[in-house]
T-cell receptor, first 113, second 109 residues
């Protein structure tokens, strides 16, 4: 089983809908992250969390919200989806120690029509 | 703020050719530097890292040296294989993770 699991893997929805992307991990890591990937722009950080009661905005948090339900679960919500939120979304985790690499899920491909 | 700039792709090489992918960074502190690789349909995987100036990270024949004087962390491999075809991302972590735009590498037999 994957250490970082994202659901769903693919989603097509309409403008204005509320969408939730879920991430769960079995690595026991404290830190969790949500990124979006767009062609030519690399990965951009949306939100991150260093523990259950900690939520921080990243570069591009507008239009998104997150919930850290437990150490192992971190979900991303689009309250009212718009077409320019069409992208590939990745969840990642890392250990609390500095300089540790991030471990990524396989991504959720989201299309908003 | 912090940022990473890496050479634009795509890069196409023949098998056994020498690879260089340039990466430079801007940071206010003393970041750790990483190279990640992304294969089709998958998330990013750590390829190598360096945590301080003059450190060399290496893995699977790939190398990169943390050069503080030139703020660079160029990725090199002496002889690429078809299986190295992927997208490569340079990244820095200074309590604020930043990724480059990615460079797509295609290696032809």
């Amino acid at each position: 089983d994957a250490d970082v699991t994202q659901t769903p893997r693919n989603r097509i929805t309409k403008t204005g809908k509320r969408i939730m992307l879920e991430c769960s991990q079995t690595k026991g890591h404290d830190r969790m992250y949500w990124y979006r990937q767009d062609p030519g722009l690399g990965l951009r950080l949306i939100y991150y969390s260093f523990d259950v009661k900690d939520i921080n905005k990243g570069e591009i948090s507008d239009g998104y919200s997150v919930s850290r339900q437990a150490q192992a679960k971190f979900s991303l919500s689009l309250e009212s989806a718009i077409p320019n939120q069409t992208a590939l979304y990745f969840c990642a985790t890392s250990d609390l120690q500095r300089d540790q690499p991030q471990h990524f899920g396989d991504g959720t491909r989201l299309s908003i029509l | 703020g912090n940022s990473v700039t890496q050479m634009e792709g795509p890069v196409t090489l023949s098998e056994e050719a020498f690879l260089t992918i340039n990466c430079t960074y801007t940071a206010t502190g003393y970041p750790s530097l990483f190279w990640y690789v992304q294969y089709p349909g998958e998330g990013l995987q750590l390829l190598l890292k360096a945590t301080k100036a003059d450190d060399k990270g290496s893995n699977k024949g790939f190398e990169a040296t943390y050069r503080k004087e030139t703020t660079s962390f160029h990725l090199e491999k002496g002889s690429v294989q078809v299986s190295d075809s992927a997208v490569y991302f340079c990244a820095l972590d200074d309590n604020d993770m930043r990724f480059g735009a990615g460079t797509r590498l295609t290696v032809k037999p």
